[in-house]
């Protein structure tokens, strides 16, 4: 291949004139650019990016974090990161965790070797600490709520929404409600939990460990949970299940084992992905493309932000009012 | 940032011999080893991974073409193509086309300027002209047949598939075959259509271009399919869908519009995603994580090899007989 000596001595030039033709530097007789310019043009030169690269300190690559990058809710926050991406030309390096501490771990190496210029973690394997040995490397960006700690973040309430969830369940006459979700050790299902406790206590209600149904990530997970309900003694007449597809997986096992929905059990699902709207399923709006391209734009700024995105409550087919059985 | 010089100096030797550590280099002596070592752990020096790929011409960096990655189709297929990375120490850089040609352009541009050492295209927009052109920089697989082109490749035989497909409906009794698609201009497109015209003039059959339906890639877009087939005079009694999730999404809408399932309209899915078993659809099995990781080791391998993988039907729930009305 072509480098930089050859182009010098097909133009008949020093090696320092093609380098200053190369990084454009003004003082270049047009005679010598000419020669220069046809013997990039004769060789097929290509300049490597890696060298321009070693030179600015920067590759414009963004890396991210994620445990599945088949499953919707990260897909869909992806699909956003993407966009914004796109718009202001930097590329993505994808790490597919699968929850592995070591997968993460390898992305924040490539920060420290600097292969990468930042690192946006979708949903966090490693502890803290972990991560600020990594933060003088390049910008760090969570998708949680993590006020007081120097990075980025863009994240929703999730003691919020899931607390008030819970309420507007209560307020329709349901005691006895579970959720449903994909694994319960993430910083968001930590906030979940801590909703769920402190909304039995104000209602004076039975916290019930079994109604906490995790591991339920796929629309075909629907049938486990369901399983999980029919062994128990008294199941929960309302589910909230933090996952659109998961939701969708619930109502079509319903039918198949003759459980009405919304009379026998009521369900709330998560982020209003177009299933929801389909099948009519009352769920709470997460804005994950919004989300995404926030994430994005926190990677590539240098000032630190947290930013808190806002989520509602999209009222379907799926909740019916239960009499108290006082 | 501590560079090069600055470890030399306060090891008090010269560049050279601190490059010769870096780089393993035998001839230096313990004495200045250690002292160049002391000074690399003292500034915390961290070389930068960019002028290591500048030196070796490769940058462990897979790119990866896709349409969108929140499609379960091809997330499954970059999920076959992550773990395979995974296991050889590669990472991959995303480029979300939308089908935009300009966005693959993109991507092939940075095979030119090395950032990275081949491409994967799961699905093409650029004409082959266009990829022949970026031949010369690196490897570039595809996932479609391209025989007697100097490319790899591993793909199904689409043609196959659906000429069989057709014909197993055919000897169920059904005569009126419509298709539900994602886009027609796709390679893998083509050769469905072309199956599609060569079956119906093998039996004699009458041709019917609103048969093909297309712009389908999700879930809800089953009730889009539902309502062009609602319009129709004589609708097909039977559709071959290409995505199991369009598939189940039909067979959600066809409960809601009072449509039997498969007495009315019968459906062959395809790739037997989860959705597909749990809702016993019948469908034809694409192993799509199979082809991920063969298009992943053909990328990284520097013989041209063409994989045709089989594919294999999965008889569910949702084809009848039907009798011919003659």
Redesign the interface.
């Known amino acids: 291949m072509t480098n930089i000596k050859d182009l010098a001595k097909m133009a008949g030039v020093s090696v320092t004139t093609v380098s200053r033709v190369l990084n454009h530097h003004p003082y270049v007789s047009e005679e010598k650019k000419n020669a220069v310019l046809a013997a990039i043009k004769a060789s097929n030169y ?6 321009v ?2 030179s600015k ?1 920067k ?1 414009q ?1 963004i890396g ?1 974090v994620l445990p ?5 809710y990260f ?2 926050l ?2 956003g990161i ?2 914004q991406a ?1 718009e202001q030309n930097y ?6 965790t699968d929850y592995k501490e070591c ?1 993460e771990l ?1 992305a924040l190496r ?1 920060l ?4 990468i210029d930042s690192l946006i973690i979708c949903s966090r394997s490693s502890d803290w600490s972990t991560i600020e040995e990594y933060l003088p ?1 390049g910008s760090i960006v969570l998708c949680e709520d993590v006020k007081d700690r120097q990075v980025s973040s863009t994240y929703v309430n999730h003691y919020k929404i899931f607390y008030n969830a819970l309420e507007y369940l209560y307020k329709k006459g349901h005691q006895r409600i579970g959720y449903v979700i994909a694994r319960k050790s993430g910083t968001n299902s930590q906030y979940r939990e801590k909703a769920y406790r402190d909304f039995h206590t104000k209602y004076q209600l039975s916290y019930q460990p079994d109604y906490i149904i995790d591991e339920c990530l ?3 997970d ?2 486990k949970a369901i399983n999980r309900l029919k062994k128990m003694k008294t199941p929960p007449t309302a589910l909230l299940v933090t996952s659109d597809q998961v939701a ?2 619930i109502v ?2 319903c039918q198949t084992h003759g459980i009405s929905i919304p009379n026998q059990l009521s369900i709330i699902g998560f982020d209003n992905q ?2 929801a ?3 009519n399923i009352t769920t709470i709006e997460i804005p994950l493309l919004e989300m995404g391209r926030s994430l994005f734009l926190q990677a590539v700024q240098s000032d630190l932000t947290n930013k808190e995105l806002s989520s509602r409550l999209i009222e379907r087919d799926t909740v019916s009012y239960k009499e108290k059985n006082k």
Chains 1, 2 share one sequence.
Do not use: C, W
């Not at 599945?68 to 919707?72: E, G, M």
């Open positions: 290509q300049q490597n990016i890696n060298a690269h070693l300190g590759t690559l991210v599945y990058s088949d499953h919707p897909s869909k992806l699909k993407a966009q796109l590329h993505l390096v994808l790490f597919q997968r390898g490539m420290k070797q600097k292969q490397y796929y629309f075909e629907g049938e969708a997986g079509v096992s177009p299933i709207k389909m099948m």
